[in-house]
């Protein structure tokens, strides 16, 4: 009898493992192989329009600031609050976000708030808050494609979310690279990772049209709004687990009501004010996004920032933390037609760079850039990266938000760019990235050598980064479509 249930026990173990066995193969199939053999749309040519706005828009450039910001306009909210992150890493600055949303919920502000299902961060403890969330009746929160999503169909895995906004009122909207984690606000030692990043800041003046603003806005609802935002509302709660809610949201008002203390006790104003006398003009500018869409999406960013690209007269100045172009992207940059005197790419050195895959992509393409007309650096200083994504044109036009120079961003993420004709802005972002990042870079020129900037040598990356990043450049070539 024992016989007969051991045999029947190795007989549903050698059955399990090779379901599991089956689905690891579909799996890789669906998310891996699918998408690296398959040929993506190409270019779509259309005209770039810009449309005349009276909207401001101030630069925020340091981690600090881009913080207070964020907090001031949601504290200021009255009526709505949309946001869409890739990525809450847990730390003070995720929790003080959590707190003045709460806060500004239980004002009676309807807030719309929306995560990549995969790669949110929220863990632990912090799923409290996603439980408070779920309860409160004025926040509506979704996932983006979430794992049971996953788990079903593989091939969303590729599906991301890869926005970050952040819109009030429809009056003051903050679009760039940050998520929200201290990684990005604050550096609290110099040996403490950091990375630096930008957004800006987009204001609506009094009695004006918000055009930009309300692109922000449409292309938002088109989001949350979508068959891959899957509505947490209605999740059915145990009671112990309504129990850590509302323990969470106390604690959360709680936070809240102590930083307002805090801020009373440092005369702290919190107003808009400053941020609109920061503020520069806009002449005209264009929200540009992929489609929405599973699969290969239509890459309306890449072939935008293409014409921009060709538009330019003079100057061209790229940034991105790793600069990853596929064989499809290569064939792009090579037949646009780019002439400029001037052209500058700065991206993550090896020493520099958190995203080590990526960084292996960036060394298999670092050539290809050395080699054309453009002046390639890798930002040098440790313990900090770069995860700007921006250009801007002929120091006229900017474009600032979450697309990485690689072939994920152009096919696979969701992803949004603010495009803006504003010199004042354009100088502002040139100026700091010379005195902040250019300085502290090395230039590869295409004779082999490197120069290094007035603020840096070139500096060596440590022993597991030089045996690890070389190893990972044959597997990041073969995967370089999904990087």
């Known amino acids: 009898m024992k016989k007969g249930k051991t045999e029947q026990l190795k007989r549903a173990i050698k059955l399990a493992g090779g379901l599991i066995g089956l689905y690891v193969l579909y799996f890789i199939a669906g998310a891996v192989v699918f998408p690296i053999l398959s040929t993506p749309p190409d270019v779509v040519e259309r005209e770039l329009e810009f449309y005349e706005t009276d909207e401001q828009v101030a630069l925020l450039e340091y981690g600090l600031e881009a913080f207070g910001a964020r907090i001031d306009i949601i504290d200021q909210a009255e009526e709505t609050i949309e946001v869409s992150y890739f990525y809450m890493e847990d730390g003070q600055s995720v929790q003080l976000f959590y707190a003045y949303i709460m806060a500004a919920a239980d004002r009676g502000v309807e807030v719309r708030y929306l995560l990549d299902g995969l790669f949110h961060g929220v863990r632990g403890e912090d799923r409290d808050v996603l439980r408070a969330f779920n309860d409160h009746p004025n926040i509506e929160l979704k996932l983006h494609e979430p794992v049971a999503s996953v788990f079903i169909a593989p091939w969303r895995l590729n599906n991301r979310l890869h926005d970050k906004m952040l819109v009030v009122d429809g009056e003051h909207a903050i679009i760039g690279g940050r998520n929200v984690g201290d990684l990005y606000y604050e550096r609290t030692g110099e040996d403490v990772g950091y990375s630096y990043d930008r957004d800006v800041l987009l204001i609506k003046p009094e009695d004006a049209d918000g055009v930009l603003i309300e692109q922000m806005r449409s292309y938002y609802t088109d989001l949350f709004e979508s068959d891959y935002a899957y509505s947490q509302n209605n999740r059915t709660l145990f009671g112990w687990e309504q129990n850590r809610a509302e323990e969470q949201y106390s604690e959360l008002i709680e936070k809240y009501e102590e ?175 010379e005195e902040s990042y250019l300085k502290k870079s090395v230039r590869f020129d295409a004779d082999g050598s490197k120069v290094p900037g007035e603020k840096t040598d070139v500096k060596d990356a440590v022993w597991w980064q030089r045996i690890l990043i070389p190893a990972l450049r044959p597997l990041a070539w073969i995967v370089e479509s999904l990087l």
């Open 259 to 433: 930083h307002q203390r805090e801020l009373e006790e440092r005369e702290y104003t919190s107003n808009l004010e400053s941020w609109e006398e920061r503020s520069v003009e806009i002449n005209g500018g264009f929200l540009t996004h992929n489609s929405i869409e599973r699969n290969f999406k239509q890459p309306y960013i890449w072939s935008d920032l293409l014409t921009l690209a060709s538009q330019a007269e003079d100057t061209l100045f790229i940034q991105s933390p790793w600069v990853i172009p596929d064989r499809h992207m290569r064939r792009h940059l090579s037949e646009a037609d780019i002439s400029v005197n001037e052209g500058t790419i700065l991206t993550n050195g090896i020493s520099t760079n958190s995203n080590t895959a990526a960084q292996a992509g960036t060394e298999n393409r670092r050539q290809f850039f050395v080699d054309s007309f453009m002046d390639y650096y890798e930002y040098q200083p440790k313990e900090s990266s770069l995860h700007m994504k921006t250009m801007v044109v002929d120091e006229q036009i900017s474009a600032v938000g979450a697309f990485n120079f690689d072939a994920r961003s152009t096919w696979l993420s969701t992803e949004s760019m603010i495009v803006l004709d504003s010199e004042e802005l354009a100088r502002q972002i040139l100026d700091e990235a």
